[in-house]
Each structure stands twice: as structure tokens, then as C-alpha cells.
């Protein structure tokens, strides 16, 4: 990717983000699985030589499957930190069904991570919303450490892994179906 397409994949991630505010940002000396008051909100795109990350993330969704990343190497992944007593969460929630809806011709998954919520909570959000695909229920927050370096600092948190399972851009705040959606495709129309 060029200096003017990647100014442009970067524009679109401060976009995407739409608001300034998450739930919660990590304060420093918290652990990872501790999120704290809001900060703001951020974004970030890793060329293809720059993208280190490759998530190690297993666990059993809302609907009681087992789900591992390694077995989804090969497709673009879309990850989303979330939990229903989240505002911004439900604010974004419509957009992410839409932008799955969307980009699942071109070979594209999501996969949610659910954390600090209850289990009854969580499937009435997947409900109100429509969300179909599956979310891993997290209620430690210990599955988002498998991001390392890259551990959410706050809810919502979204993440595109690339084909070979790297993360290749991440989000931190609500996002939206229109500033997303040209990521997704570019990191999905890349040789894997």
C-alpha cells in the first residue's frame, strides 16, 4: 500500500472510531483484563511488513462451541470486544451486523469477545441486535490476553486480522458500517 492509500486506510479508521469515548480504557498499572474510566478513542494500521501480533485466542462462545482463531487462518477475521451494559456497544452494534452481512461473500468472518457480563445479558444483546455470528463469552476479560502488546484498552475494540492471522488494524470505540467497510475489503483483497 502506497503513503496516499495508506493516509487514506488511516482516515478512514479515525472515522470509523466515530465518537471520542469507549467504556473503558486501560490506566496504566492496571492488568489487562481491568478496564477503567474512558479516555478516548484511537485507531491504528499495520503494513503488511509491520503487523508482529498474531492472537492466540480460544474459548467457548455464548452458545456453548469451542472456538479457536488458528482454525480461521487463511480468512480476513474481524474481532469485536464488547458487553452489553456497554453504551457504545449498543451504538455499534447494527453497524457490525451490517458490515458482517456484507463482507461475508468475500470470505470474511467476525468473531465477538464478550467480557465482565452475564451470560443471559450477553444472548439478549445478540438477540435485540441480530448479531448471528458467534462470540466467545469472556466474563475475566482473560481471552483478550491473548492480543499481548495489542490488549484492548477499552469496550468496544475491534480488530482485523489479515489472512495469515496477524492483526493488520485495529479499532478502539464505536465504529461504522460506511468508515469500516473499505478496511475490511482492502485487507481481504490482499495476497495472502
Known amino acids: 500500500m502506497g503513503p496516499s492509500r495508506r493516509a487514506t486506510v488511516t ?16 490506566e496504566k498499572g492496571d492488568s489487562a483484563g481491568s478496564l477503567g474510566a474512558a479516555k478516548g478513542s484511537s485507531s491504528q494500521f499495520f503494513e ?26 487463511g480468512q480476513v ?11 457504545p456497544c449498543r451504538k455499534e452494534a447494527p453497524e457490525l451486523r451490517k458490515l458482517a452481512e456484507k463482507t461475508e461473500p468475500l470470505g470474511v ?6 467480557i465482565r457480563d452475564n451470560k443471559s445479558a450477553a444472548k439478549a444483546f445478540e438477540r435485540n441486535y441480530g448479531i448471528t455470528y458467534p462470540s466467545i463469552y ?15 484498552r477499552a469496550v468496544p475494540t475491534t480488530y482485523v486480522l489479515d489472512k495469515q492471522g496477524r492483526v493488520a488494524a485495529l479499532s478502539i470505540g464505536p465504529l461504522t458500517y460506511r468508515g469500516f467497510d473499505p478496511i475490511i475489503r482492502d485487507i ?3 495476497k495472502a
Open 109 to 114: 468472518r467476525f468473531l465477538g469477545i464478550d
Open 138 to 152: 469472556d466474563p475475566d476479560s482473560r481471552t483478550v490476553l491473548g492480543f499481548k502488546q495489542l490488549a484492548p
Open 77 to 87: 477475521v474481524v474481532i469485536n470486544i464488547w458487553g452489553s451494559w456497554c453504551a
Open 11 to 26: 482516515g478512514l479508521l479515525a472515522l470509523a472510531t466515530g465518537t471520542l469515548t469507549a467504556c473503558g480504557t486501560q
Open 48 to 73: 503488511p511488513g509491520e503487523r508482529t501480533v498474531t492472537p492466540a485466542l480460544k474459548g467457548t462462545t455464548l452458545d456453548g462451541e469451542q472456538v479457536d482463531i488458528a482454525d480461521m487462518r
Open 188 to 190: 481481504a483483497a490482499e
